[in-house]
């Protein structure tokens, strides 16, 4: 993972209807800790880490990571919505040359069910189109996952292939501010 290029970082907290989507501080790391080490949240990213691990491994402080936002309601992290720059490597891609900006979202299980990932990721993938105009963003999650399945259509990915890693079938989709969904 790399930067995402020439974008000022960290972005003015993005307030929504409900949420509000900032930098990561020091009052959130139990939160990405329960998030990290949740058996729910991890049930197709291969498995949660964990906790003592992560104890030991999560910063009190956390440093800046651009591209990363955490979910705030009500002055509490519920999640996480990610754009990471990917190398070429990574399966599946839509500009090989250069590598793709991805979609990644984790919330905790307490907060699943009422359009909070879908409210952050709209705001994030817009923050994104206004930094960043035409870049396409490429989403993957295993077919398996129903629920991030229809996030991805909902925010409008358009599928590109579904190709086999980590022993089962992934999805691989783009958006672009430039193409309106479907």
Request: charged content about 25%; hydrophobic content about 40%; overall charge negative.
């Amino acid at each position: 993972m790399t930067e995402l290029g020439p974008v000022a970082w960290p972005p003015a907290p993005i307030r929504t209807e409900r949420l509000v989507l900032r930098e990561p501080e020091a009052r959130d790391r139990a939160a990405f800790i329960e998030l990290l080490a949740s058996p729910e949240v991890h049930t197709y990213l291969g498995g949660p880490r964990p906790r003592d691990e992560l104890e030991r491994a999560v910063p009190e402080i956390s440093g800046r990571r651009p591209g990363l936002f955490v979910i705030d309601l009500d002055g509490a992290m519920i999640g996480m919505v990610r754009l990471d720059r990917h190398d070429a490597e990574s399966p599946g891609h839509v500009r090989p040359d250069v590598g793709d900006t991805e979609l990644g979202y984790l919330l905790l299980p307490e907060a699943w069910g009422r359009g909070y990932g879908s409210e952050a990721c709209t705001a994030a993938l817009g923050w994104f189109a206004d930094a960043l105009p035409g870049e396409p963003v490429v989403l993957r999650t295993q077919t398996a996952n129903e629920r991030s399945m229809r996030l991805a259509a909902k925010l409008g990915f358009t599928e590109v292939e579904r190709f086999e890693a980590y022993g089962a079938e992934q999805w691989f989709g783009v958006w672009s501010s430039v193409t309106p969904p479907g």
